[in-house]
Nanobody
């Protein structure tokens, strides 16, 4: 099993910044990729950003490009999501997910196997 733990959420004013962390552990942690997804009330879960563990290629949703940055610390098996210039529409519960195997599309949540309990981000206007 793989344990995924997110942290770093909170309340911030529009234009502010937050950094989310995601720590993965467990004997079967594959280190193929890690992705951030978010779900706002009444909406479906949507892709935010992802990083492939080998090579460090990064991917972003159009809505966060230029504002969010995903990075990883291989020594700590931890992924970060630096969120700058936050907007009220970024308000959601953010989930970190990791797959059990290689994924074809890092933006497709159904390809991921493990995820955490989520961390809430609230951006006030």
């Amino acid at each position: 099993q793989v344990q995924v733990v997110e942290s770093g959420g909170g309340l911030v004013q529009a234009g502010g910044s937050l950094r989310l962390s995601c720590a993965a552990s467990g004997r079967t942690f594959s280190r193929y990729a890690m992705g951030w997804f978010r779900q706002a009330p009444g909406k479906e879960r949507e892709f935010v950003a992802a990083i492939r563990w080998s090579g460090g290629n990064t991917y972003y949703a159009d809505s966060v490009k230029g504002r969010f940055t995903i990075s990883r610390d291989g020594a700590k098996d931890t992924v970060y999501l630096q969120m700058n210039n936050l907007k009220p529409e970024d308000t959601a519960v953010y989930y970190c997910e990791t797959p059990a195997t290689v994924v074809a599309s890092v933006a497709n949540s159904t390809e991921y196997t493990y995820w955490g309990q989520g961390t809430r981000v609230t951006v006030s206007s």
